[in-house]
């Protein structure tokens, strides 16, 4: 299976999930409000990965903001 092909079967369970019931639905919306700065699409990955995450960086901005990270984190 390619890459695109598993990030689009990872979209599409995610996206069933948080609009199966209106307590998901909220709990994605409470996320959403604290990575404001990220589309719909990248939110809903975001969110498939890390549900608790409360910031949200690329490699670049936090390399910028002189952040310790092991490139291997981000693959």
């Known amino acids: 299976m ?3 092909n598993t990030i689009k079967q990872i979209y599409d369970v995610v996206t ?3 609009t199966s019931s209106r ?3 909220k709990d994605f919306l409470t996320f ?3 990575i404001y700065k990220y589309n719909f699409d ?3 990955l975001i969110y498939a990965q890390r549900p608790d995450a409360t910031a949200v ?3 670049r901005n936090m390399t910028r903001k002189k ?3 092991r490139r291997w984190q981000f693959k």
Do not use: F, H, P
């Open 2 to 4: 390619s890459r695109l």
């Open 32 to 34: 959403t409000a604290g």
């Open 67 to 69: 952040r310790n990270m």
């Open 57 to 59: 960086a690329d490699i």
């Open 42 to 44: 990248n939110a809903v």
């Open 23 to 25: 307590d998901e639905w």
């Open 16 to 18: 069933a999930r948080i």
